[in-house]
């Protein structure tokens, strides 16, 4: 763990010395050369990384996957997070290292409720977080910018704008708080007024008002909502309804081997509740000790496999149908299965226990507020691994395909500031600024990247539609 270590020990200095020590380090690794990219030597088949990646994982729903990446490129860079992650390696950094979001891309930001009850904008995938150089969630930020700006419509000269605009707003956003005292950058955070208020300032009055509908859209998507939404009274009992391919209730399929897989060795209904008792056990001792309380008051009534998302497809992903004893008060509850971060095999903090804990420390370092109910469990048979949260609590993404340009560079901006706060909670933003200073060479460099990056997710997002016609991968329309 020494970069962790190194990290504290340097957390201790102070901040005039830390800044210092970014400043030295361009001399090293020049802010121009974050431009510099490309294949590298005996770049790895972005397909057999991919193929590799889905050992293990439920095979009736890979083509799902595929089918959804192949779509477009931005939708093949969302579910190729382990491709960046190599091509990542081989770029440049300076060696100061915070807790990456690993997959920050502009789909992987949105809006959800705090604890308090108040929509709140951040990050909000952490499947691949780990602990690494602050470059490589900037330029995959970058890169998404670019290629989703293309989709969008934009002209060239446009869209290497918009990547510079990342890289200045994170680089501005973590020079002021740089200079903040350490709990008001703990406790900052971006509430849904204050997207509201930068899309009023900067964006046309199409853009505010699709921001308007999608923050309204998001506070009417309460557990209540949810349920009324994904489950139906059958003879007086709530039961999870049954969507094939993306929703199958456990009653409804043998999932044995699913169910074996959370540590459980019943079949099917009733028995479900009895077998997945173990992993709920888990869940609860990890929760801190309040939330642990209010979770006692309900049981486990029902379960489905659910299908989300684009990469993560074919990983075991479930939903638990919650019930008190309080009437048909119910919660959903997402059990997601989580292995290795795509950024391990790269980075050299290899140590860091469980990695369904680690995604739930993650977030929770990176969240400026997190879902109360997120946990963790590991089932003792297979020794697969899931996190717990909440589904659909006050949930909102904001799809960039929907932005006019002005809506989407304010978008960007507030992307790039809020990643910015991100690492500056988990890293140290004085050395970082300190390397960043005042200028745009970096952010020149950074709209560089981007731009040949975009160049080859567009070529990684051929080969795949060739081995599809090939018939070397298969896929499913979902129709």
């Known amino acids: ?47 057999a990384l991919l193929q590799a990646q889905d050992e293990g994982r439920l095979q009736d729903l890979l083509p799902i996957k595929y089918g959804r990446m192949a779509h477009s490129p931005f939708a093949f860079l969302r579910g190729s997070a382990v ?67 293309r989709e969008n419509g934009f002209d060239a000269a446009t869209n290497q704008e918009l990547a510079a605009l990342a890289a200045r707003d994170y680089r501005r956003t973590m020079r002021h708080l740089a200079r903040m005292p350490a709990l008001d950058l703990w406790y ?31 506070m009417s998507r309460t557990q209540k909502q949810t349920l009324e939404k994904l489950t139906e009274l059958n003879d007086g009992r709530r039961r999870i309804r049954y969507e094939r391919p993306l929703l199958v209730p456990f009653r409804e399929v043998n999932l044995s081997s699913a169910l074996e897989a959370m540590g459980a060795g019943a079949d099917l209904d009733a028995e479900t509740v009895e077998a997945i008792n173990g992993a709920w056990e888990q869940y609860l001792e990890s929760l801190p000790i309040d939330r642990r309380l209010i979770m006692e008051h309900f049981h486990v009534t029902d379960a489905a496999l659910r299908v989300g998302g684009v990469g993560s497809v074919g990983t075991r992903c479930f939903i638990l149908l919650l019930q008190s004893g309080a009437g048909d008060e119910g919660l959903i509850l997402q059990l997601k299965e989580t292995g290795p971060s795509v950024l391990q095999a790269y980075l050299p903090e290899r140590d860091l226990g469980y990695q369904a804990e680690r995604v739930v420390i993650g977030q929770r370092l990176i969240q400026a507020v997190s879902d109360p109910f ?56 004085s050395a970082i600024s300190g390397y960043l200073g005042k200028g745009d060479r970096f952010d ?25 016609e090939d018939g070397r991968v298969s896929v499913d329309s979902e129709q």
């Open 83 to 149: 491709v960046m992650a190599a091509d990542l390696a081989s770029t440049v950094d300076i060696s100061q290292y915070v807790v990456l979001c690993g997959d920050a891309h502009l789909a992987n930001f949105g809006l959800f409720a705090s604890p308090e009850r108040k929509l709140v904008f951040d990050i909000n995938d952490f499947d691949e977080c780990y602990f690494g150089p602050w470059e490589w969630d900037l330029k995959r930020l970058a890169a998404s910018v670019v290629v989703a700006g």
């Open 188 to 218: 900052l955070h971006v509430e849904a007024e204050d997207l509201e208020n930068l899309f009023a300032r900067k964006a046309s009055t199409k853009s505010k008002k699709e921001i308007r509908n999608i923050i309204m859209k998001a």
């Open 374 to 429: 997120l946990g963790w469990h590991r089932a003792p048979i297979s020794g697969h691994e899931y996190y717990w949260r909440q589904l659909k609590d006050m949930k909102g993404s904001i799809d960039v395909a929907e932005l006019d340009e002005s809506g989407f560079r304010a978008y960007v901006a507030i992307c790039a500031a809020t990643l910015a706060r991100a690492h500056a909670r988990t890293g140290d933003p």
């Open 444 to 468: 020149q460099a950074v709209a560089r990247f981007a731009e040949a990056y975009a160049d080859q997710t567009e070529s990684d997002h051929a080969a795949l539609l060739r081995a599809i």
């Open 1 to 47: 763990m020494a970069q962790i270590q190194a990290l504290h020990e340097q957390l201790q200095l102070p901040r005039n010395i830390r800044r210092a020590m970014g400043k030295m380090r361009r001399e090293d690794v020049p802010r121009g050369s974050h431009g510099d990219w490309q294949p590298a030597a005996g770049r790895a088949d972005p397909l």
